[in-house]
């Protein structure tokens, strides 16, 4: 909280698949990654988070798809599964 209490007030992120670079970017990840469209989001949408910006405070993506996990990893973001591995 350190952190974030010395950067200001904390910024709701929107991250709109709406947005044309945003659907790129989800869009380039599906494909590489061979994930579906819902799954390359929510990395897009971790990577982009308000948080993100904090290394000791970065997000955490919790699943329990091996794919996703993978694909999210290789995008350098932290993540969680609940049901293979010990919490963080």
Known sequence: M???RRSGPIELVDVSITDSAV???VEEIARLYSLDVVD???IV????????RFPEAR???ITTD???AKAARA?????WNCMKEKAP
């Open 2 to 4: 350190g952190y974030v």
């Open 59 to 61: 997000p955490i993506l």
């Open 40 to 42: 390359a989001y929510q």
């Open 45 to 52: 949408s971790v990577q982009r988070d308000y948080f993100s």
């Open 23 to 25: 659907f790129a970017e």
């Open 75 to 79: 995008k350098g973001l932290r993540v």
């Open 66 to 68: 091996k794919g996703l």
